[in-house]
């Protein structure tokens, strides 16, 4: 529904500048591609520059775990307080082989420490949105089921996001199964969540709080004014790096930079991303 409903002339007018800049900068980063979509929850102004570009999702496929998640606490299906038991070996997606999570390769590593024993859902749910955690990603879709987490995300309007499995499943990896999404869809799951569509409203609020709590901050919160508060999710493989968040002033903008998909993990380089600094700053 984005761009249906008219703009003043100079709404439209402002919204062409921030495109152009967007743009601009965008033509200077140091990227093969990238995929932008912005868009006013107040008002029906949107940027779309790459924004249908499909990606390998890296870990912002998190988020529609997060979202099914809340869900099913909301339909009784399960309580954030239930308990899981923490182990690291996985079938594969491809032929149901076993698979280990490799702590060196986990942006977290605080809950191997926890291996035979046991950890909440509420715990798990911290873990894989604010540390990026990948075992707890695994063990979270484990009980959710990377399906149901996918068809919820299309519900929501994230048309042609794919949740296929886990994460470090080399062998699925290899063969092409992978989660993949763009730009659009992304921004999309971030507005329902934002407008308390996602799950219940209360859920929706606990989901942002979460959001909030990100501690890799190298993306758009490093374009933005120092203080203020961004309920994001980063992801990263090989030399691509993504971030996307509800930003202030009820802005939404969710930025893909993409390089060469190698498959590895790494924490991407600090710096301020094209995104974040050009939208700052721009409308009320």
């Known amino acids: 529904m984005l761009g249906l409903l008219p703009l003043a002339s100079a709404e439209a007018q402002s919204l062409g500048l921030l495109r152009d800049e967007l743009a601009g900068r965008i ?23 790459g924004a249908n570009l499909r990606l390998h999702a890296a870990s912002t496929m998190k988020v529609p775990v997060m979202i099914q998640i809340f869900r099913d606490a909301d339909a009784g299906l399960l309580r954030l307080d239930d308990s899981l038991p923490v182990h690291a070996t996985f079938p594969s997606l491809l032929d149901g082989s076993p698979f280990d999570v490799d702590r060196a390769d986990d942006s977290d590593s605080t809950l191997y420490l926890r291996l035979g024993g046991k950890a909440s859902v509420r715990e798990l749910l911290e873990l894989m949105i604010t540390r990026s955690s990948n075992l707890a990603t695994n063990l979270l879709i484990e009980r959710v089921g990377a399906e149901r987490a996918q068809l919820t995300a299309r519900s929501l309007g994230a048309w042609s996001i794919q949740v296929l499995r886990g994460v470090e499943d080399g062998k699925a990896y290899r063969a092409g199964l992978n989660n993949t999404t763009t730009a659009r869809d992304l921004g999309v799951l971030l507005a329902a969540i934002a407008q308390g569509r996602a799950a219940s409203p209360a859920s929706c609020t606990e989901m942002l709080a979460i959001l909030g709590r990100q501690e890799f901050n190298e993306g758009i919160p490093a374009g933005l004014p120092s ?52 939208v700052r700053g721009k409308g009320p």
């Open 227 to 278: 203080g203020t508060r961004v309920a994001h999710k980063t992801g990263w493989i090989g030399e691509v790096v993504y971030d996307r968040a509800p930003a202030p002033g009820r802005k939404l903008c969710a930025g893909r930079p993409h390089g060469r998909d190698q498959g590895g993990q790494r924490r991407p380089q600090s710096g301020r991303g094209p995104v974040a600094d050009g």
């Open 27 to 49: 033509a200077r980063a140091p990227a093969t591609a990238v995929g932008l979509y912005y868009h006013n929850l107040t008002r029906p102004d949107s940027i779309l520059i």
